[in-house]
């Protein structure tokens, strides 16, 4: 039985930089993509990103110039860093599995709150 | 990128069928057999109901079932229970990146 675990900061200012984690425990790591997604508060759900355990990620364009999503092996973790962020960055973050091209095992979820 | 376009809303008596329909362009929906649908109940986070346009995972009753035809895929619920009240994503392949639906809000009556 595959669990994500996440956690992170849940209060940033303006300008200052996101950083969450995720854990994965049970499973493969190295068999999976890995993704993160978001929601803000009443909307739909964003894709942000996803990476493999060999370090190759891929973004959402959209936010591709502020996201870096790193991943630590020896930990079975991986990592999401949002830089520059603003009141529309605040969301739900949730970390997830990705299947053959579906997010089969999600996270709790993180509140990230940005405010002055 | 743009998102997917569902509903916002759709609703049903307890045991009549629903259908949520999908749409998007050539370069996502239209281009892979790789939609899935999700469930989100209130404060909770998705859980996959559907992979592949079609396929149920372990454990999803056979209420819910999935298809597409060209660039609109749809999720269909029959015999619509309390409990399916909540609100439904569907997420396509992009090539290289994930679109998520607009979301649609299923109210049983």
């Known amino acids: 039985q595959v669990q994500l675990q996440q956690w992170g900061a849940g209060l940033l200012q303006p300008s200052e930089t996101l950083s969450l984690t995720c854990a994965v425990y049970?499973?493969?790591?190295?068999?999976?993509?890995w993704s993160w997604i978001r929601q803000p508060p009443g909307k739909g759900l964003e894709w942000i990103g996803e990476?493999?355990?060999?370090?190759?990620?891929n973004y959402n364009p959209s936010l591709k110039s502020r996201v870096t999503i790193s991943v630590d092996t020896s930990k079975n973790q991986f990592s999401l860093k949002l830089s520059s962020v603003t009141a529309a960055d605040t969301a739900v973050y949730y970390c997830?599995?990705?299947?053959?091209?579906?997010?089969?095992?999600w996270g709790k979820g993180t509140t990230v709150t940005v405010s002055s | 990128q743009s998102a997917l376009t569902q509903p916002r809303s759709v609703s049903g008596s307890p045991g009549q069928s629903v259908t949520i329909s999908c749409t998007g362009t050539?370069?996502?929906?239209?281009?892979?057999?790789?939609v899935s649908w999700c469930q989100q109940h209130p404060g909770k986070a998705p859980k996959l109901m559907i992979y592949?346009?079609?396929k149920r995972p372990s454990g999803v009753p056979d209420r819910f079932s999935g298809s597409k035809s060209g660039n609109t895929a749809s999720l269909t619920i029959s015999g619509l229970q309390a409990e399916d009240e909540a609100d439904y994503y569907c997420?396509?392949?992009?090539?290289?990146?994930?679109?998520f639906g607009t979301g649609t809000k299923v109210t049983v009556l």
């Open positions: 997830a599995r990705v299947g053959e091209f579906y997010m089969d095992v």
């Open positions: 049970g499973g493969s790591f190295s068999a999976y993509y």
């Open positions: 997420c396509s392949y992009a090539g290289s990146l994930y679109v």
């Open positions: 050539s370069s996502d929906v239209g281009g892979y057999n790789y």
């Open positions: 592949d346009v079609s």
């Open positions: 990476i493999n355990h060999s370090g190759s990620a």
